[in-house]
């Protein structure tokens, strides 16, 4: 079962800040939190990853909440090609038997 | 730098027919993956190589799902024989190692009829 729950979707407008929520009140102490999105016909794409700190990349930021139970993707200035589904994953395991286990994620869209 | 690549990229068969997947991941990838994606979900992994050796293949149906990775680059995956409910993306992902970011190719995209 999937440790993370995201809303079904949600609409941005281009130009504006999209930020994605995301729940995963159960995670360990070990377990990373992963963004992945997904363009219509293509495999996932990585985005970020974070454990406990925020994080900022050239794609985008993540920020952890102090209690590691929420976090939250932010994509600063939205555009069409940010259209997309996006996953919120926790890494499960440990050294040697990692695994991402996928929600049904967040379908953005990115209005004109 | 040339990404995961699969093929075929689509597929209908028959059921009961056998169907075949390849995937070459990027080079010097040690980690692969083969995940299948149902409509409207996330991707599930199917299996795990580390190298040449499947370490994870605990969500592989075996009764009919099959994989192999030969010299631990290029690997197939194989149904047979193939079922109304194997409708799918099927998706291979390599990684450096084990736990690190995954680079997934573009999936192959099968229809049971």
């Known amino acids: 079962d999937a440790k993370t729950t995201q809303p079904t979707s949600m609409d941005c407008a281009e130009g504006r800040a999209a930020n994605l929520p995301c729940n995963h009140s159960t995670i360990s102490g070990n377990e990373y939190v992963y963004w992945y999105r997904q363009i219509h016909s293509q495999g996932p794409q990585y985005i970020i990853h974070g454990l406990k700190n925020n994080e900022t990349n050239e794609m985008a930021s993540l920020i952890i909440t102090e209690d590691r139970k929420s976090s939250t993707l932010i994509l600063p200035h939205a555009t069409l090609r940010d259209t997309a589904v996006y996953y919120c994953?926790?890494?499960?395991?440990?050294?040697?038997?990692?695994?991402?286990?996928f929600g049904t994620g967040t379908r953005l869209k990115v209005l004109a | 730098e040339a990404g995961v690549v699969q093929s075929p990229r689509y597929k209908i068969i028959e059921k009961k027919q056998p169907v075949a997947f390849w995937c070459n991941p990027i080079s010097g990838h040690n980690t692969l993956y083969w995940y299948r994606q149902n409509l409207g979900q996330g991707p599930e992994l199917l299996i795990r190589y580390e190298n040449e050796e499947a370490v994870d293949d605990s969500q592989l149906p075996k009764d009919r799902f099959s994989a192999e990775r030969l010299k631990g680059v290029d690997s197939t995956l194989k149904i047979q024989p193939a079922e109304l409910g194997d409708s799918a993306v099927y998706l291979c992902a390599s990684s450096l190692e084990q736990g690190h970011e995954q680079f997934f190719g573009p999936g192959t995209r099968l229809t049971v009829l």
């Open positions: 994953i926790v890494r499960v395991g440990t050294s040697g038997t990692y695994k991402y286990i």
